[in-house]
């Protein structure tokens, strides 16, 4: 069993069933049927990754300990304002130092209005910075940061300057 | 104890090495050149801030007014205005301003010209106290450029 | 020798010339050499290959306003770059040039030139505390527990050196080694001394090399550690003041090496002794000063005593116990 | 040497390591706890030179970006310039002639030689020696003409276009590169390692200094020549191949010591190997056009994107998501150092300030890629 089989029946088990909680926002354009799996198997060589997890905000930090146990480090993390759709995206890549190469792309939507998320900083360390960023960023709030304030950003400013709907 | 006198030996010898090969340096010729004495030749490449092209003959310049090289600028440092020609068809360039406090020097508005009508100068002393100079009116720098052709 | 108002004058302008043309143009040396060694040009705009720089140099900083930053102690903070002024020109005075030219021949005069350097670290320590500044006062401390940690093993070297020549006058042991190079103390032949005063005359030139600051022990300055040690609230002739009191140090720490360990005045072939071989002698051991500074990285402050306290004392330890064996002995 | 202290939390002082400070190479900031010299607490603080250039890239086309990717890592600029190529030649799918790939090999390997001789003048001036800066600038300044006379500038270059290059090559570049290959080989070994390499003080001011281990890379993500010296063998350009990497034969140094030194003989390694990478494409070079066929304007389709390449310091990813607009819909740049750097407070902890700067300096960290 390869690599990429090996991670996906990992993650499978996280998700019992198919059904969904949202529609994954990204792809709505597209007029494919709505995704049933949470793991999905995608085109390296055009997307990037192997791996494509969908999952609910409460399920990061699990998918975090499932990746952290195989070898898994976190390469960034990222956000997106579906500004139609009243949705913040947030996107993990997770990578693997070594031979065997698998990259696992984790996406979880949330409200607009009050967008949260579990912290994965006590999983990865390297979470801390990214998720501060994203904070920065989007206004996603992390819970359970241990220290989530302005990174990049003067520690004063009061926007999130990759809303969509921000003018500067 | 036998590493310790092995860091003596290995040291000192690599102490004396180091001083033998700067000593060589020492009595080798400079490899600097004294800028504004000395200048070195500049690639045919190299990318200034832009001019305007003008015709060989008539010294007008060739654009076109398509307004290309200020839809393909990522930092919004042209600006341009054209008029309909008198003797009817197509545009003149009426006024064409770089604004090179912004310019990246990334090159894409020459690339996207496609009547010759732009391309890098060669000026490299651009240096000044004034915010303005920086706004260049290339119609002008095209004019003063004919007239010292003549 | 007799003391009269005209000696002491002549002597006065005559030492002050002396370390003022020295802490103006070794700067200058300083940057021509380090220029040379990374094949560069160095200063060259000034007059003619840049000579007139250090005077440039000199009226930029005295036109520059002197900033007394608020919260330092403004006493101390003022007399600091005064005080490491002072011992070095004071120095000069017990160092024999020749054997005629001198200004005083003091029997203790090696002793008074530890205590002098040792004035010279206080000026260190007293500028970097009274900053008031993080990095001025991590330098200062590491200034004193560096210089505390290379005044032993240089002065044990010292004593191999005394007990050679019976006398701790410098004008002593510069004469007891004339008549060629195989009479200095570094290759001293007989009783078979330059078994032990080549290690002797290593080990004092690294202390010489630790106790002026200079890389590759320059810990007290590390400017990409400490900005700039406790010079970084200096401006003005403050600052100049301490950069002079630097290349006075290192002068007189050459002046030393040269008339402890390589004679003095003395021609290296045993004839026309003078002045001038002592002069040519102090500026090569400059030249290495200048060469090491520009060829080794920085060390680290614990990897600089471990040489102190692991290396260059239990040396000169032994080589003073060989030393004086051999004196015995013959 | 971190050297075993009881930290005293009670008696410390905030020292605030930059903006403005020799050794950060930039505006970083590090806010240190110190107890006398030792570290007890690091906290970088960064934001200080952040221009925004996600959203720059979200305003403009996917071409009006290409300028903005070498503004972020300057020293390995071409490697940023291959990076955004390559993410959005994958979207919307343009192909690369072959010219153009072998080009791009040569000159982001150039780039890389002279991103690692600029980090060891640096390092090297960190500790204290000021001479080998200008043997390693001498020698980058050669890299630096040969890269001008084909992108036309010296630093921030923008020379890499979708479906190709800007410019095509001549002789001249091609005989320069091999001399300066020679050049560099008679140079490497002396004024390189016997100077440096070899010397006691080096060896003991960065040997056993600033130990990271696999496990810490793993988890903080770090990349690049701080993972090879931790014993990691991982490399892009090897383990995910892009370009046309996989037709040269070249190695990827590896050393387990995780401290200074291990990471200073990766970068060192490393220059030999870009030297046989640039070597075998000049060799292999084929003929043809440097650029595809790509359209005007770039519209690819809706999707998420990831697309990564080893710069000098790392693994560079672009995160590009498309909503089939021609602007790009969201770009995250996950820069190397970003995640590098964040090690460095857990590391620093109990060591000294000197050390800790040995250290930082061994990262090879660039600010404005660390703050975009």
Redesign the interface.
């Known amino acids: 069993m390869g690599l990429v089989e090996q991670t996906q029946a990992a993650l499978a088990e996280l998700f019992p069933e198919p059904a969904l909680p949202a529609a994954p926002a990204g792809e709505g354009d597209q007029e494919a049927p709505p995704r049933q799996a949470g793991v999905v198997v995608t085109d390296a060589a055009r997307h990037g990754s192997h791996l494509d997890v969908l999952c609910r905000p409460d399920q990061v930090v699990a998918v975090a300990r499932v990746l952290d146990q195989d070898g898994y480090f976190l390469e960034a993390i990222s956000g997106v304002d579906w500004l139609d759709k009243g949705q913040f995206e947030v996107i993990y890549d997770y990578n693997r130092l070594g031979d065997e190469h698998c990259r696992v792309t984790v996406r979880a939507l949330v409200d607009r209005n009050e967008p949260a998320v579990p912290t994965i900083s006590g999983v990865f360390p390297a979470a801390d910075w990214h998720e501060r960023e994203t904070f920065d960023f989007y206004g996603i709030r992390f819970q359970d940061h241990p220290n989530l304030i302005r990174i990049l950003l003067p520690e004063d400013a009061d926007f999130h300057p990759l809303r969509k709907d921000y003018m500067p | 104890m036998s590493g310790y006198l092995s860091d003596i030996v290995t040291g000192g010898k690599s102490l004396v090495t180091g001083l033998a090969i700067t000593a060589r340096e020492f009595f080798r010729p400079v490899v600097t050149e004294q800028y504004p004495w000395e200048v070195p030749t500049m690639t045919p490449l190299f990318r200034g801030h832009i001019e305007l092209i003008g015709n060989e003959e008539t010294g007008e310049p060739n654009c076109v007014v398509c307004g290309m090289c200020q839809r393909a600028c990522p930092s919004v440092c042209i600006s341009l205005d054209g008029k309909k020609n008198e003797s009817g068809k197509g545009k003149v360039l009426t006024r064409y301003i770089l604004d090179f406090t912004k310019c990246s020097l990334c090159g894409s508005c020459v690339e996207s010209c496609n009547f010759n009508a732009l391309r890098f100068s060669r000026d490299y002393n651009l240096a000044s106290f004034d915010k303005n100079d920086f706004t260049m009116d290339l119609m002008k720098r095209l004019e003063e450029q004919n007239r010292c052709k003549r | 020798m007799e003391t009269s108002i005209w000696r002491a004058l002549l002597y006065l302008v005559g030492i002050l010339a002396f370390a003022g043309v020295n802490a103006a143009w070794l700067g200058w040396c300083e940057r021509k050499g380090a220029a040379r060694i990374q094949r560069r040009i160095g200063p060259c705009e000034a007059g003619f290959a840049g000579l007139l720089q250090p005077l440039a140099d000199g009226l930029k900083l005295m036109s520059k306003q002197l900033l007394v930053p608020q919260g330092v102690d403004g006493i101390i903070f003022r007399v600091a770059p005064v005080l490491a002024m002072i011992p070095a020109i004071t120095s000069m005075v017990v160092i024999p040039f020749s054997e005629n030219i001198g200004a005083r021949a003091m029997e203790l005069s090696v002793l008074l030139l530890f205590a002098l350097a040792s004035i010279g670290m206080i000026a260190i320590l007293l500028g970097g505390w009274a900053s008031g500044n993080k990095y001025a006062i991590i330098s200062a401390a590491r200034s004193v527990s560096q210089n505390l940690a290379y005044e032993i093993p240089m002065l044990l070297t010292v004593i191999t050196v005394v007990l050679l020549s019976g006398s701790m006058n410098l004008r002593e042991i510069a004469i007891d080694q004339q008549g060629g190079f195989w009479h200095w103390n570094i290759f001293r032949l007989e009783n078979g001394h330059f078994l032990t005063m080549w290690i002797s005359f290593i080990i004092f030139f690294i202390c010489s090399v630790a106790e002026t600051n200079r890389a590759p022990f320059d810990m007290a300055e590390a400017e990409s550690e400490l900005v700039a040690g406790f010079m970084t609230e200096y401006s003005s002739m403050g600052f100049g003041l301490f950069m002079m009191g630097e290349y006075l140090n290192i002068v007189v720490g050459a002046c030393l090496t040269a008339t402890l360990f390589l004679g003095g005045w003395d021609c290296p072939f045993g004839k026309t002794p003078g002045v001038w071989w002592f002069v040519l002698k102090i500026y090569i051991l400059i030249f290495t000063f200048i060469w090491i500074r520009w060829t080794y990285p920085r060390t680290q402050i614990y990897r600089l005593l471990n040489l102190s306290w692991k290396i260059l004392i239990p040396f000169s330890l032994v080589n003073l116990l060989v030393t004086a064996a051999l004196i015995k002995v013959f | ?1 971190t ?1 075993p202290v009881h930290l005293r939390h009670d008696e410390t ?1 905030v ?1 605030n390591l930059g903006p403005q ?3 950060t190479h930039g505006v970083l900031r590090v806010k240190l706890t110190m107890d006398g ?1 030792y570290i007890v607490k690091a906290e970088p603080v ?2 200080y030179i ?1 221009r ?1 250039h ?3 890239a ?1 305003n ?1 086309t996917f ?6 990717t070498a ?1 972020m890592d300057y020293l390995h600029a071409l490697a940023f310039n291959h990076g955004w190529a390559l ?1 959005v030649e ?1 979207a919307a ?1 343009i192909e690369v002639p072959e010219r153009a790939e072998y080009i791009r090999v040569i000159t982001v390997e150039l780039n890389r030689i002279a991103s690692h001789l600029l980090w060891w003048a640096a390092f ?9 800066l ?2 390693a600038f ?1 020698d980058r300044e050669k890299i630096i003409d040969l890269l ?6 010296r630093l ?1 270059y ?1 020379y890499l276009r979708f479906g190709g290059v ?2 095509d090559i001549d002789d001249e570049f091609v005989a320069g590169t091999r001399d300066f290959i020679k050049r560099l080989r008679g140079r490497m070994p ?2 390189y390692h ?3 390499t ?5 060896i ?2 960065i040997k056993d200094i600033g130990f990271v281990t696999a496990e810490q ?5 770090a ?1 690049g020549p701080v ?1 090879r010296g931790s014993g ?3 490399d892009i350009r090897k ?2 191949p892009y370009s046309v990497y996989p037709e040269f034969d070249f190695d990827v140094p590896v050393f387990t010591e995780g401290d200074s030194m291990a990471r200073y003989m990766v970068r060192m390694h490393e220059m030999e190997q870009s030297m046989r990478i640039i070597e075998q494409a000049l060799d292999k070079l084929p003929g043809g056009p440097v650029m595809g066929k790509a359209p005007k304007v770039l519209k690819p ?8 390449v080893e710069t000098a310091r790392g ?1 560079l ?1 672009h ?1 590009l ?1 498309c ?2 607009d021609k602007n790009p ?2 770009l ?1 740049l ?1 820069s190397p150092t ?2 590098n750097l ?2 460095f407070g ?1 590391v620093a902890e109990g060591m ?4 800790a ?2 250290f930082m300096g061994s990262l090879d960290l660039v600010i404005p890629e660390i ?2």
């Open positions: 040497m050297v002082f020292l400070h020799p050794a010299e960064l934001g952040h925004m996600e959203k720059m979200e403009g071409a009006q970006f290409m300028p903005n503004r993410v994958k799918g090297l001036l960190d500790l204290g020696g000021f001479t080998p200008l043997y001498d001008e006379r084909v992108t036309g500038s921030t923008c800007y410019n002396r004024l016997d100077l440096v070899h010397n006691i003080i080096l003991k001011r890379c793993r988890r903080y993500g990349t993972a990691i063998d991982y383990n995910e389709e809706a999707g998420y994107y990831y697309s990564a693994s990813g995160r998501v909503n089939g819909y969201k995250k996950r970003f995640s964040s090690l857990e000294l300030l000197a050390d700067l040995a703050d975009r």
